[in-house]
């Protein structure tokens, strides 16, 4: 059995997030293994959010009263917290959206309506990967079918890493942007960046990264990543809906045209034409997420506080330990890297002829709750021949009993299907 080693007080942290306090189905606690869809808050976000909304709620920028400056403040000082956090060069380089959908879909469409250099058009390519979150293939698809380009994508292994045999053939010279998911939020797999961004950089491609599954368990340095642009939300590292981030090199920023235009956005407004606002206001048209802002900014505060390497040695213990202790469950299948070093947080599998929502439907009566189906991944289900999977996912408040009580439920998953 592994030796757990590396774990946080998660009787501590568990104190501080009140839906983990939680009984479900007559009494049952809550056992919560879906954090790789969001996670549980800390009553530091929520208090935060609440004395936003208590004392300081007004529209940012452009007031001269004193809530509205309070308010423009807290939202600056969010992006600051950020910027540190992903040891950006520059606060101007961080850009707040509603999620890291929107984030990925800002790239790909002011790439669409840029000029040349940064131009996609029908003489170039798009490098993806199979194991992409939908957010990070459908805005590539649209983005082909209106301006002409050619989509390409990196396969499978079958143990679940990019196959990388053909990277010189995949990338090539007329390749404009490669655009990658950092840790898979189906498989698990921890992607070798440096690899990618080496070759995107030798034909002069630019580079985005999806750090929505690694954002809230790992440092995030963007400086290292060498990437052009990194994307993450921050409703899966303790933060609320409804905010995600976009960070990228300042002079691409300066360089490329806005995706929405409204309020904010602009330097002058004439009835034939316009100018528009430095990075990152450019990108931020209309009233932003001011509230949901605050709350990343006090998530940030939160997950800081404890250390992101700590989180991340506790991540990998409680991963390795779930690994083991599923291994000894009859007829079930781990979709993904078996090697913990290779993988982060969340395990997908499958468990014989039961489909994956059959499993997680009784596991929820038994108060485990999961994620089934597809994870916004289908093509990683066609890849390895399955209708879905059942995924756990852990964070820095999961510990070794609830990976038993997941290994319990499995069993009595087996029992009630015969």
């Not at 101007?92 to 959908?101: L, R």
């Not at 954002?215 to 899966?236: I, N, R, W």
């Not at 779930?322 to 079930?332: M, N």
């Not at 999961?370 to 964070?395: E, I, K, M, N």
């Amino acid at each position: 059995m592994t030796q757990l080693t590396g774990l946080l007080d998660t009787e501590a942290i568990r104190k501080d997030f009140p839906a983990l306090d939680r009984t479900v189905h007559d009494g049952r606690r809550l056992v919560y293994l879906d954090n790789a869809a969001t996670s549980q808050k800390p009553r530091q976000v929520l208090d935060a959010l609440t004395t936003y909304y208590e004392r300081h709620n007004a529209n940012v920028h452009r007031g001269v009263h004193v809530l509205a400056e309070e308010a423009t403040a807290l939202y600056e000082g969010a992006r600051d917290r950020v910027a540190t956090f992903i040891n950006a060069p520059s606060r101007d380089e961080v850009i707040f959206t509603k999620n890291a959908s929107e984030s990925l879909n800002l790239v790909a469409n002011m790439l669409g309506w840029a000029d040349d250099p940064y131009r996609v058009d029908e003489r170039t390519e798009i490098v993806i990967t199979e194991m992409e979150h939908h957010s990070n293939i459908v805005p590539w698809q649209l983005l082909s079918q209106r301006t002409g380009a050619t989509l390409r994508w990196f396969g499978l292994t079958d143990d679940g890493r990019l196959d990388l045999s053909r990277i010189e053939e995949v990338i090539t010279e007329r390749t404009k942007i490669v655009s990658f998911v950092l840790v898979s939020n189906i498989l698990g797999t921890v992607n070798p960046v440096e690899t990618i961004v080496r070759r995107a950089q030798e034909v002069g491609a630019l580079v985005l990264i999806d750090a929505s599954q690694a954002a809230p368990h790992q440092v995030l340095d963007v400086q290292a990543l060498q990437a052009d642009f990194v994307a993450f939300t921050g409703h899966k590292m303790c933060g609320p809906t409804g905010i995600g981030v976009l960070w990228g090199r300042q002079e691409l920023l300066e360089d490329l045209p806005p995706f929405l235009g409204g309020g904010e956005m602009i330097e002058t407004v004439s009835m034939s034409s316009s100018t528009y606002a430095p990075a990152p206001y450019k990108f931020e048209a209309g009233t932003p997420p001011i509230a949901q802002a605050v709350g990343l900014g006090a998530a940030i505060d939160y997950l800081s506080g404890i250390g992101m390497e700590r989180i991340a040695a506790h991540e990998h213990a409680i991963t390795a330990y779930a690994l083991e202790r599923l291994a000894s469950v009859p007829d079930l299948r781990v979709i993904g890297p078996p090697d913990v070093r290779d993988r982060g947080a969340a395990i997908s599998f499958t468990l014989g002829d039961i489909h994956p929502h059959d499993v997680g439907q009784v596991l929820d009566e038994l108060g485990i709750a999961v994620r089934v189906g597809h994870h916004c991944a289908r093509p990683v289900c066609l890849r390895y021949g399955v209708p879905a999977t059942t995924r756990a996912s852990f964070y820095l408040y999961s510990t070794p009993a609830e990976v038993d009580a997941l290994v319990e439920g499995l069993e009595h998953v087996r029992d009630f299907f015969g």
